[in-house]
């Protein structure tokens, strides 16, 4: 798989500011990586993590049914609520705090809007290439407690479905925190894997690289990760196993 981030120091940064905007009215979103009517060569994809959209949906708006075929898309809730319906009959409303996933595998179509006639929704929308082609689509959910994040890694999607966790068919283990204050987080990435941070809100340092909403920062190298000096931070944190 080519590889369409160049490093410095091991470390990316993609910021906020230089993501591909799009406004259809009832949607505003930004994409870190290429997608729809954005075409950016140098941001193509990071490992397996194809699309991170950040995106708000007006009240009663949403994404009529559409198909998707051999991808990985889980929604992460920021804002408000996202309700789902597909062609495997699942139908659900998921709120802040939990998430979406579908394993599009062999062919599904589905629906994503906002339940609320009047609020605004948010949420992330990210698409992962899959380790297996054509599997039999599969749906799930979880709410994550405030709990399970505050000061700590949720371990939400993982490759082989361990601590509760969604099985995601791809070769990725993906985490949720919040951190504030004096808490701090490390993580010790296994060696050879690459990892991706995405800040949902507020503000971090990663390994002294100051971070704020929006911005995401590709790690190309193992090692012990820090977050630290937060400020009402919410991110996820990617840890990628490298191509071949």
Same mark, same amino acid.
């Not at 994550?144 to 479905?161: E, H, N, Q, V």
């Not at 993580?187 to 995401?216: C, H, T, Y």
């Given at each position: 798989?080519?590889?369409?981030? *160049?490093?410095? $120091?091991?470390?990316?940064?993609?910021? @906020?500011?230089?993501?591909?905007?799009?406004?259809?009215?009832?949607?505003?979103? @930004?994409?870190?990586?290429?997608?729809?009517?954005?075409?950016?060569?140098?941001?193509?994809?990071?490992?397996?993590?194809?699309?991170?959209?950040?995106?708000?949906? !007006?009240?009663? *708006?949403?994404?009529?049914?559409?198909?998707?075929?051999? @991808?990985?898309?889980? $929604?992460?809730?920021?804002?408000?609520? +996202?309700?789902? *319906?597909?062609?495997?009959?699942?139908?659900?409303?998921?709120?802040?705090?939990? /998430?979406?996933?579908?394993?599009?595998?062999?062919?599904?179509?589905?629906?994503?809007?906002?339940?609320?006639?009047?609020?605004?929704? @948010?949420? +992330?929308?990210?698409?992962?290439?899959?380790?297996?082609? &054509?599997?039999?689509? =599969?749906?799930?959910?979880?709410?994550?407690?405030?709990?399970? *994040?505050?000061?700590?890694?949720?371990?939400?999607?993982?490759?082989?479905?361990?601590?509760? $966790?969604?099985?995601? =068919?791809?070769?990725?283990?993906?985490?949720?925190?919040?951190?504030?204050?004096?808490?701090?987080?490390?993580?010790?990435?296994?060696?050879?894997?690459?990892?991706?941070?995405?800040?949902? =809100?507020?503000?971090?340092?990663? &390994?002294?690289?100051?971070?704020?909403?929006?911005?995401?920062?590709? /790690?190309?190298?193992?090692?012990? +990760?820090?977050?630290?000096? !937060?400020?009402?931070?919410?991110?996820? +944190?990617?840890?990628?196993?490298?191509?071949?």
């Amino acid at each position: 798989m080519a590889q369409n981030i *160049k490093y410095a $120091s091991g470390f990316r940064l993609r910021a @906020a500011e230089e993501r591909g905007l799009a406004d259809h009215g009832w949607l505003k979103s @930004a994409h870190s990586f290429s997608f729809g009517n954005y075409f950016d060569p140098e941001h193509l994809q990071f490992e397996s993590l194809r699309v991170i959209n950040d995106d708000r949906v !007006a009240g009663g *708006k949403g994404f009529p049914m559409h198909p998707h075929q051999n @991808a990985e898309i889980f $929604s992460y809730v920021l804002d408000g609520a +996202l309700s789902h *319906k597909d062609t495997l009959g699942n139908g659900s409303t998921v709120k802040a705090g939990g /998430v979406q996933y579908m394993s599009a595998g062999s062919g599904v179509r589905h629906s994503e809007y906002n339940p609320s006639e009047t609020e605004e929704m @948010a949420f +992330l929308q990210i698409w992962l290439l899959p380790n297996i082609e &054509n599997e039999a689509p =599969r749906y799930e959910t979880m709410d994550i407690a405030p709990k399970d *994040k505050d000061g700590k890694l949720k371990l939400f999607l993982s490759k082989d479905g361990r601590e509760g $966790s969604m099985h995601i =068919r791809a070769d990725a283990d993906i985490y949720a925190a919040t951190l504030d204050g004096k808490q701090s987080i490390t993580f010790d990435m296994p060696e050879g894997n690459k990892a991706w941070v995405q800040v949902a =809100r507020g503000s971090i340092f990663v &390994n002294g690289e100051s971070l704020r909403r929006g911005d995401g920062l590709a /790690v190309s190298q193992s090692g012990r +990760l820090a977050f630290t000096k !937060a400020i009402d931070a919410e991110f996820l +944190l990617f840890d990628l196993e490298a191509a071949a």
